[in-house]
């Protein structure tokens, strides 16, 4: 996907995936930083790890609580800070990192445009307050749902959260465990999915998927997981993961390169990476 923007906009540039263990993160990010890279992206664990290695954050990583994306700036001779992959430092000695997230509008953009889904004033069921679940229900709660229910299999974790969306937005309701009503969607942002066996992230026996009016499922591999056949097979208009990943790396782009990202060709280029 990203190589596919890269040529589409002309940049000499290639993007590579690196295995990184946690305990070894800061010296990466470090080492890319001194290597002069225009940027990184970062995956779990490492989103809320790198909120204390990188050198300044931006609104978007204090927002969300999480960087997964890095873009490496050099001070231009006018003082403004300027990304590494839109000018010519070779000779500076003073460069810094910056963190962005990219994750949190991504999902907002794919439930509205997949799903066709107006968050104002909805109800949504969450399943799942790790990193990514943390980020949506936040972004969530800024796009002004009205009721927001949390469930983790770790409760403190939800109740924890749910707290944090109180005190940070005062008009959503936010409450740990199954609504006993219907709702506008459900959210799944558990990793549980992703083998054919798993079963599905909802408690049938809590909650029937046929109270909820869409699904989404940040899991895109495989294409339909448990919870999508079991949610389409109750009437619900659903959706996997594929736009968030899309869009979060179409802006991460933008980030690095100051240009618009060619979303079409990065679409195919990831649905034929994924699915073919």
């Given at each position: 996907?990203?190589?596919?923007?890269?040529?589409?906009?002309?940049?000499?540039?290639?993007?590579?995936?690196?295995?990184?263990?946690?305990?070894?993160?800061?010296?990466?990010?470090?080492?890319?930083?001194?290597?002069?890279?225009?940027?990184?992206?970062?995956?779990?664990?490492?989103?809320?790890?790198?909120?204390?290695?990188?050198?300044?954050?931006?609104?978007?990583?204090?927002?969300?609580?999480?960087?997964?994306?890095?873009?490496?700036?050099?001070?231009?001779?006018?003082?403004?800070?300027?990304?590494?992959?839109?000018?010519?430092f070779e000779q500076t000695a003073e460069i810094r990192s910056h963190g962005f997230n990219t994750d949190a509008d991504a999902i907002?953009?794919?439930?509205?445009?997949?799903?066709?889904?107006?968050?104002?004033?909805?109800?949504?069921l969450l399943v799942g307050t790790g990193g990514a679940g943390r980020v949506a229900a936040l972004r969530l709660a800024a796009a002004?749902?009205?009721?927001?229910?949390?469930?983790?299999?770790?409760?403190?974790?939800?109740?924890?959260?749910?707290?944090?969306?109180?005190?940070?937005?005062?008009?959503?309701?936010?409450?740990?465990?199954?609504?006993?009503?219907?709702?506008?969607?459900?959210?799944?942002?558990?990793?549980?999915?992703?083998?054919?066996?798993?079963?599905?992230?909802?408690?049938?026996k809590s909650f029937s998927l046929s109270n909820a009016r869409t699904v989404y499922d940040m899991i895109y591999r495989p294409a339909?997981?448990?919870?999508?056949?079991?949610?389409?097979?109750?009437?619900?208009?659903?959706?996997?993961?594929?736009?968030?990943?899309?869009?979060?790396?179409?802006?991460?782009?933008?980030?690095?390169?100051?240009?618009?990202?060619?979303?079409?060709?990065?679409?195919?280029?990831?649905?034929?990476?994924?699915?073919?």
């Amino acid at each position: 996907m990203q190589n596919a923007g890269i040529a589409a906009l002309g940049l000499n540039w290639r993007y590579l995936a690196f295995e990184v263990h946690p305990d070894d993160l800061k010296s990466a990010i470090t080492g890319a930083k001194a290597m002069k890279f225009v940027g990184l992206n970062l995956t779990v664990p490492h989103k809320l790890l790198a909120l204390g290695m990188v050198d300044v954050l931006d609104e978007t990583a204090r927002n969300w609580g999480a960087v997964n994306t890095i873009r490496f700036e050099g001070r231009a001779a006018n003082g403004e800070w300027v990304s590494l992959g839109q000018g010519n430092f070779e000779q500076t000695a003073e460069i810094r990192s910056h963190g962005f997230n990219t994750d949190a509008d991504a999902i907002i953009r794919s439930l509205r445009e997949e799903l066709d889904l107006e968050l104002s004033d909805s109800r949504v069921l969450l399943v799942g307050t790790g990193g990514a679940g943390r980020v949506a229900a936040l972004r969530l709660a800024a796009a002004g749902v009205k009721d927001l229910f949390l469930v983790n299999r770790t409760g403190g974790k939800a109740k924890d959260l749910a707290a944090e969306i109180r005190d940070r937005f005062p008009s959503v309701r936010a409450e740990v465990g199954y609504p006993d009503a219907e709702v506008d969607l459900v959210l799944n942002a558990t990793s549980v999915g992703l083998s054919e066996s798993d079963v599905c992230p909802v408690d049938e026996k809590s909650f029937s998927l046929s109270n909820a009016r869409t699904v989404y499922d940040m899991i895109y591999r495989p294409a339909e997981t448990r919870l999508l056949k079991l949610a389409r097979a109750a009437g619900c208009r659903a959706a996997n993961g594929l736009g968030m990943l899309l869009y979060q790396g179409a802006k991460a782009l933008e980030i690095w390169s100051g240009k618009l990202a060619p979303i079409s060709v990065m679409r195919r280029a990831l649905e034929k990476n994924i699915y073919v």
